[in-house]
């Protein structure tokens, strides 16, 4: 499970003096789920569009699934699956008949077209409306049958861009607890966002994208605890513990009614340690330590100087 499912180097994109992608490096392990995210304008649709080959970029290189995305560009579009931000669905058609007709664009025929169809309509919960006409569907159903119909090819990879934009809070959750099954089956995901909690539950491993360039990348929890806010507390049994502690880590501020101590600095293990065994050479104890991070908001705004323009879910 350690290969790599989707590499890029240097990647670059211009519209004519405007420069969208400026070296946009990835590595993407295979059966992760990898979110890019970034507010409007960010580079998000760009990047999806190359790396399926539907844009080509100015500079740079790219493979997906082990296929480079210049030169093989058929061997990349026969692994993957895209759902774009907007939906393909044919909204005169119904569920069913939309699902067929990727079944048929797929030259997936007869008995085995329908098993497929049949299996997905089943797992998305569209069977009761498979017959009805997609203009008829809510959003959410929309987004499902759109992601769906990416599926009926079963790609290995598949690229998500925006799936849950303008979704309600439980569509959005129904789409998280899909897109989590698929990765349980080896699938990969890329898949892009402008929420913030999105990318907290459900990415492996997140690269913010501003302006064209990917300005932090990590976990969720490495990316929080880069920047300024996280602090360790300290609390002690005594104000008399809480004194002597105070001398010792005089960076510290201190809430004597509370009885903690607050240290800034990087909440990892290493530094709690290094805390820990300062208070230990004088003999001290705390009662209780806690590791306070902040949330991707407060990431976000550090690392690009603005806010996302769509923190809150509607
Ligand atoms: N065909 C095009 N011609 C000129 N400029 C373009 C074109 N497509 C995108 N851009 C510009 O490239 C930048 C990045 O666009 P992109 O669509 O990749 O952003 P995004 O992160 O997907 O944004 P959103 O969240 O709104 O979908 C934007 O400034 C956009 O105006
Ligand atoms: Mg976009």
Known sequence: MNSTAIAASGLRKAYGDKTVLDGIDLNIGTGTIFSLLGPNGAGKTTTVNVLTTLLKADGGTASVAGHDIAADTKAVRAAIGV?????????????????????DIHRLR?????????????????????GKRAATYSGGMRRKLDLAMTLVTKPR??????????????????????????????????????YLEEADQLADRIAV???????????????????????????????????????????????????????????????????LDRLDEHALDADEVSV????????????TGHATTEVVAP
């Open 83 to 103: 759902t774009g931000q907007f939906a393909a669905v044919d909204d005169l058609l119904t569920g069913a008949e939309n699902l067929q007709l990727m079944a």
């Open 110 to 130: 007869g008995a085995e077209g329908k098993r497929v169809i049949g299996g997905l309509l089943e797992r998305f919960d569209l069977l009761e409306s498979a």
């Open 209 to 275: 994208l501003d302006g064209g360039r990917i300005v932090a990348e990590g976990t969720a929890e490495e990316l929080k605890r880069q920047v300024p806010g996280s602090h360790i507390r300290l609390r002690f049994t005594t104000a008399t513990d809480l004194d002597a502690a105070a001398r010792v880590l005089p960076e510290s501020t201190r809430d004597d009614e509370a009885l903690t101590l607050r240290v800034p600095g990087d909440a990892g293990s290493k530094s709690i340690r290094r805390l």
């Open 292 to 303: 306070h991070t902040p949330d991707l908001d407060d990431v976000f705004l550090s690392l």
């Open 157 to 194: 990879i598949v690229f998500l861009d925006e799936p849950t934009t303008g979704l309600d809070p439980r569509s959005r959750r129904t789409m998280w607890e899909i897109v989590r099954e698929l990765t349980s089956d080896g699938v990969t995901i890329f898949l892009t966002t402008q």
